[in-house]
């Protein structure tokens, strides 16, 4: 039998708070006693009611499911705890309680959540196929294909072992089995936290062992399917396993707050309530006290902690507009802490969480109280998560099924699909396993923007390379850089929140991700698809220059040599006029003007007029030196020499493509030089002649459309001699 628990009553390290959610936890409906299980006990031995009646012993289970569901059909439940308690009748837990008692409570927790029906009657028959007679078969005869599913999945993962000596390959089975319909795991979930509130009497040894897992996998479950009811209390009672000091000075922390004869939250929750009425705007404003492990951390940051620490203010509207008439009252009525505001309403959380969270200050002594104000709906939905959605499974169609008893439905959470493509394209177990548990480790989620408009959700700590594989796919083997916040950056720039993300891609279909792009990949979906490509073009991958990005220049000219050998010719005469009638006159090759540029002219030796961009830096120092200007104009001819600067990403071919652009645009290129690669970059320096200078945007916008190009300018005034 896989429930291995004892008597909740019995002396151990987890928390008395067990009758309940863990103190100092809120309610979060109005408080129900917790489910008796030697009441329970009794009642499941005294055999199911007569047919057509509800069980006494699923009461509880009935009256939380009618508070979310009031017209849901109770027959199933009512058959599926019938055929429970019938199949585990003489089954006994460790704690000596009858073992339906498991069955039930796990059912409880479900239905306070808000799960339909059908979740409701296969966490009944949960545990019957795995520790029973009872078949799968005999599952879905009774009950339908979807409960049949249901079971069958939770049975799967109940043979996983989720702790560090996992067999990576059963748990990507597994995975395979019961990743498509996220109810599976709520059922899981809620089994782990029934298991873990009745952990007391068990060797320590085990205790710590089962509190580990809890939290290595699935509590970052729970945290990524938003079902944070059950995460809070998972980690409080994991705090109190594995940190059995740490949670009894928290406890007394709770205790002596509990006897402050002033409370100034509830003193602040009252004068939010006087603004909102004077606004008439309805809305609930309730406190929440933070649970264990919350208090915990923030103690470690404040100490000592002041009252407004213990807890948060939460309001709770009808409307989405109303949740920003709120926000917009605090703020001009009270002293809102600015830095503390976020908008998860208008950029949701990974996991559906949705809220507005702002901050005041309390004019009498400073304190900080956090405020988080949401509608109902998403109020549900951040307590539930994926089991507030009710059942978005239609019955599947013979296209939604896979032939196998899999079935392919595309409403599942986003990061649940993501966990299933990574299993799909990761070369080996091995490498699944590891990006799973990584993935795991993430506790916060950032928000990029893409200049679009819309938006793109990254682990803390990604850069450009996980970006470019969030919104291209496998098409990101082709990016050649960045823009970030309009800059141009590279691939392994870290990325923040709110921060604006332009990739640059390239053309060439055949484009190898660079393998520097792992040590900068912190997604898995990144670093899979990395890993996938390289181990199919081996050759090419082993063979990459270190410092040039996929392949360097291949087929062009070597990029550490000038385009054309030899010095690069003087600058010819142009048609310039100068006011000393005779002068040679020639074009500075430091600024290389072009008309229509302002220009000026010095004089120099041999008696020639050099003429310069009027905001050329040798301009100024020739003035400084007291050496006087010559007066110059542009002639009738509107021919042009000009130096323009490329900067661009290494790819085969690039030389070719840029110089034919130019060439299209009616440049006769005099001399190029291309400077060796460095980061990833390779910087270009053409000096052109053109018939025409109005030309010349147009030959600076097609050289700029060459893919790979990202930037080019007009040569900038140097600070060397004429």
């Not at 109770?74 to 498991?102: C, F, N, W």
């Not at 896979?402 to 990061?415: H, K, M, N, V």
């Not at 990006?435 to 916060?444: C, H, P």
């Not at 928000?447 to 291209?472: E, K, M, S, W």
Request: glycine residues 8%; contains cysteine; charged residues 25%.
């Amino acid at each position: 039998m896989n429930a291995e628990a004892v008597n909740p009553a019995s002396p151990g390290p987890v928390p008395p708070a067990t009758t309940g959610a863990v103190a100092p936890s809120a309610p979060r409906r109005k408080a129900r006693p917790r489910i008796d299980l030697r009441r329970l006990g009794r009642a499941a031995l005294l055999g199911s009611a007569a047919r057509g009646r509800l069980p006494d012993a699923i009461g509880h289970v009935v009256e939380a499911h009618r508070a979310h569901h009031p017209d849901a059909d109770l027959d199933p439940l009512r058959r599926a705890y019938v055929l429970a308690e019938s199949s585990h009748r003489g089954q006994m837990r460790k704690s000596g309680e009858p073992y339906i008692t498991h069955p039930l409570a796990v059912t409880l927790i479900l239905a306070e959540l808000g799960a339909e029906t059908t979740t409701l009657t296969a966490s009944l028959l949960h545990d019957t196929v795995e520790d029973t007679d009872v078949t799968l078969d005999q599952v879905g005869e009774e009950f339908g294909a979807e409960v049949r599913y249901l079971v069958d999945g939770v049975t799967k993962l109940e043979k996983v072992d989720y702790g560090a000596a996992a067999e990576p390959e059963t748990f990507r089975k597994m995975l395979l089995a019961t990743g498509n319909d996220v109810r599976v795991m709520s059922i899981k979930l809620a089994d782990r936290l029934h298991n873990m509130r009745t952990l007391g009497v068990m060797r320590r040894e085990k205790q710590e062992r089962i509190a580990k897992v809890t939290r290595d996998v699935l509590i970052p479950l729970a945290e990524r399917l938003g079902v944070q009811a059950l995460k809070s209390e998972l980690e409080d009672l994991v705090f109190a396993v594995m940190h059995p000091e740490e949670y009894a000075h928290t406890r007394e922390l709770v205790a002596a707050n509990a006897a402050r004869a002033q409370d100034p939250l509830a003193e602040v929750a009252e004068d939010v309530r006087k603004v909102l009425r004077e606004a008439d705007i309805s809305a609930e404003v309730l406190i929440r006290p933070r649970h264990f492990v919350s208090l915990h951390r923030v103690s470690r940051k404040r100490d000592p902690l002041r009252g407004a620490d213990f807890g948060r203010l939460l309001v709770l509207v009808q409307e989405d507009a109303d949740c920003y008439a709120v926000l917009g009252e605090l703020h001009t009525c009270m002293t809102p802490v600015v830095s503390e505001f976020k908008d998860f309403i208008a950029v949701p959380k990974f996991n559906l969480y949705q809220s507005l969270h702002t901050a005041v200050a309390r004019p009498q002594d400073g304190q900080v109280v956090e405020v988080l104000v949401r509608t109902h709906q998403m109020h549900k939905v951040a307590e539930a998560g994926v089991v507030a959605l009710g059942n978005p499974y239609a019955q599947p169609t013979e296209d939604q099924s896979t032939g196998d008893g899999e079935r392919a439905d595309p409403t599942r959470p986003g990061w649940l699909s993501r966990l299933l493509d990574w299993q799909r394209g990761a070369p080996d177990p091995d490498t699944f396993w590891s990006t799973l548990r990584e993935d795991l480790a993430q506790d916060r989620e950032i928000t990029v923007f893409r200049p679009d408009g819309g938006t793109l959700g990254l682990p803390d700590g990604a850069t450009c390379v996980d970006a470019a594989y969030a919104q291209y796919g496998e098409d990101a083997h082709a990016a050649m850089g960045a823009r970030v916040n309009g800059r141009l950056a590279t691939m392994s720039t870290v990325l923040r929140d709110g921060d604006t993300v332009q990739l640059l891609m390239g053309q060439d279909p055949a484009s190898e991700p660079s393998r520097e792009w792992l040590e900068h990949a912190r997604t898995p979906a990144a670093r899979i698809a990395i890993q996938r490509r390289l181990a199919a073009r081996p050759e090419q991958a082993s063979t990459e220059p270190e410092n040039a990005s996929r392949g360097s220049l291949a087929g062009d000219a070597p990029a550490a040599r000038p385009a054309s050998d030899g010095p690069a010719p003087r600058p010819v005469s142009a048609d310039v006029l100068a006011d000393r009638p005779g002068a040679a006159v020639r074009l500075a090759g430091c600024c290389t003007p072009v008309p229509p540029d302002e220009i000026t002219g010095f004089a120099v030796r041999g008696g020639v007029v050099t003429v310069h961009r009027a905001e050329c830096a040798v301009v100024a120092r020739m003035k400084g030196a007291g050496r006087p200007e010559v007066g110059v104009r542009w002639g009738e001819s509107t021919q042009c020499r000009v130096t323009l600067l490329a900067e661009s990403f290494g790819r085969p071919h690039l030389l070719a493509d840029l110089t034919e652009a130019m060439a299209v645009e009616g440049a006769e290129i005099v001399s190029a030089t291309v400077e060796p690669p460095d980061r990833q970059r390779v910087r270009h320096t053409y000096t052109v002649l053109l018939p025409d200078a109005a030309r010349l945007p147009g030959l600076m916008r097609a050289m700029r459309d060459v893919p790979g190009v990202y930037d080019v300018s007009r040569a900038q005034p140097q600070t060397t001699g004429v």
